[in-house]
């Protein structure tokens, strides 16, 4: 069974980046991607982009491009999302989820909340 | 960019009623499409991939349908964990899309 786990709760001020981590656990072929996802208190959900951890392949969605990077250790099967330029509205649960043929398991969620 | 145009954004049903969301995509996505059931405070949940395929684990009451810029996800029977919110996923191209989800409501 693929389990991923991440990183706790932060609390940032404006302007500042958080940077979230999603280790996976389980076995699993080394080819897998792991997306992220961001929800904001009572609203749906947002694609944020993805990374290939073995190829470091990325591709972000362009509400979030310039302010986000994916990167990943694959030698500790650890996925990072860093976000810059922290904004009030950038309150929300970073969700990371990770998708290996049929195979698709989800973090528990990381709530980030920015407040001066 | 793709989008995903999903309907309605919230309905009413009772136990044990057939219920159908739809995804509509602004351009072709062959079987592209997945579905998540998300219950607050939860991670999502994927039921459905490549449009029709039921995901490991999940009751056959949900199912997929639909190809290229339409789809639907039927639950058969609705019940009582059923209510609960829905999102559609595109992931047709290096971008992936939600749809802005579907309230099942009592």
């Known amino acids: 069974q693929v389990l991923l786990v991440q990183s706790g709760a932060e609390v940032k001020e404006p302007g500042s980046t958080v940077k979230v981590s999603c280790k996976v656990s389980?076995?699993?072929?080394?080819?897998?991607?792991i997306f992220w996802v961001r929800q904001a208190p009572g609203q749906g959900l947002e694609w944020m982009g993805l990374?290939?951890?073995?190829?470091?392949?990325?591709h972000y969605a362009h509400n979030f491009q310039g302010r986000v990077a994916f990167t990943a250790d694959i030698s500790t099967n650890t996925a990072f999302l860093e976000l810059s330029s922290l904004r009030s509205d950038d309150t929300a649960v970073f969700f990371c989820?990770?998708?290996?043929?049929?195979?698709?398991?989800w973090g528990q969620g990381t709530l980030l909340t920015v407040s001066s | 960019d793709i989008q995903m145009t999903q309907s309605p954004s919230s309905l009413s049903a009772s136990v044990g009623d057939r219920v159908t969301i739809t995804c509509r995509a602004s351009?072709?996505?062959?079987?592209?499409l997945a579905w998540y059931q998300q219950i607050p405070g939860k991670a999502p949940r994927r039921l459905i991939y490549a449009a029709s395929s039921l995901q490991s684990g999940v009751p056959s009451r949900f199912s997929g349908s639909g190809s290229g810029t339409e789809f639907t996800l039927t639950i058969s029977s609705l019940q009582p964990e059923d209510f609960t919110a829905y999102y559609c996923l595109q992931d047709s191209t290096y971008l992936w899309t939600f749809g802005q989800g579907t309230r099942v409501e009592i």
């Open positions: 990374i290939y951890p073995i190829w470091r392949t990325r």
């Open positions: 389980g076995g699993i072929d080394s080819t897998y991607k």
């Open positions: 351009q072709d996505i062959g079987n592209d």
């Open positions: 989820a990770l998708q290996n043929g049929e195979i698709e398991s």
